[in-house]
């Protein structure tokens, strides 16, 4: 499977504090050093509690947010050299569905004119030309032709997040970045949302970043897994593997506190000590040790590499689980 998409050593960071009110200058690691790819074809799940920094990823793939280092490359042009023209022209290929599709649409336009702006700003067509193909998208999305001339406010969650992904579409990408685009929605809409992603990924081949917090998701939608925990990927490998069987001891808490609707499949939960660090003040070592109950002092002395487990895994973690 060759690469769409090629992230290597990606960093970014954030100041917090100093400025006119006073206080200490401190930086947050919200990004450091990750590197994953997308293949063709190919959906990769990024997972982990709130603030390990999946959502800051998903945006730096976009230059929404500007990494500080690191390279992001697609189909061998790198977006961080890359002009504004370049940019923009790459643009087309890579779309990005957000977590809040009522937030991330115009209330001032109905969804005819938020989904024709992309093809007028890129010239991609004609008048005529412009309303077939935002006629053909809509109805692609699950929605009728007269949702076109309605606004955001009258339609429910899950509709308004079909157009999200309508105005994704529109100009033919070929690589989706999903940021939580479930998470606000029921459980039945859940479904219908993940069956209509699923639906378009066969039928246009198109890869997906998927920004997650719940395994459940994952697992249905994704190949490959990449487990995160402040700013780092500690686990990674195709998903069923990183879901049933952890290397990870991160990993198997994260997994094991995944909510199971099945009451005799009941899982012991293993005592979890301490709160998670401050992203300012990261611990030494593996930043998970304070918390890990296979902790020893070469945990807490130097920093795990992200070490490959054949055949197709890696970890970061001197002691994964399933050895000594």
């Not at 990927?233 to 069987?245: K, N, S």
Request: glycine fraction near 8%; charge should be neutral.
């Amino acid at each position: 499977m060759s690469a769409l998409l090629e992230v290597r050593h990606l960093v970014k960071r954030f100041e917090s504090g100093g400025g006119w009110l006073g206080g200490e200058k401190q930086i947050v690691r919200a990004v450091n050093d990750v590197s994953f790819s997308v293949g063709r074809g190919e959906s990769i799940g990024l997972v982990g509690e709130s603030g390990c920094g999946k959502s800051t990823v998903a945006r730096t793939l976009l230059r929404l947010i500007e990494p500080d280092e690191g390279e992001i490359v697609f189909e061998g042009k790198d977006l961080r050299k890359a002009t504004s023209a370049e940019l923009r022209k790459l643009r087309q290929r890579i779309q990005i569905v957000f977590q809040d599709p009522y937030a991330s649409l115009n209330p001032r336009r109905t969804v005819r004119q938020t989904l024709a702006e992309p093809l007028v700003v890129h010239g991609l067509g004609n008048a005529a030309q412009i309303e077939a193909k935002v006629t053909k998208t809509i109805l692609e999305v699950g929605l009728p032709a007269t949702a076109l001339d309605r606004y955001p406010h009258e339609f429910s969650g899950g509709q308004r997040q079909r157009i999200g992904i309508a105005r994704a579409l529109v100009l033919d990408p070929e690589l989706i970045i999903a940021d939580e685009p479930v998470s606000a929605l029921d459980v039945s809409v859940q479904a219908q949302i993940l069956q209509l992603l699923q639906r378009l990924k066969e039928e246009r081949g198109l890869s997906f970043v998927f920004v997650s917090h719940d395994l459940g998701v994952v697992r249905h939608f994704c190949d490959t897994v990449c487990v995160m925990y402040l700013g780092r990927i500690i686990e990674t490998g195709p998903t069923r593997d990183i879901l049933d069987r952890p290397h990870h001891p991160y990993s198997r808490m994260l997994r094991d506190s995944s909510p199971v609707p099945d009451p005799s499949a009941r899982i012991t939960l293993e005592k979890i000590v301490g709160e998670i660090p401050a992203p300012t003040h990261l611990p030494s070592g593996c930043t998970f040790h304070p918390r890990c109950s296979r902790v020893r002092d070469d945990c807490k002395a130097t920093l795990p590499p992200l070490a490959a487990m054949p055949p197709s895994r890696a970890c970061a973690c001197y002691h994964p689980i399933g050895e000594g």
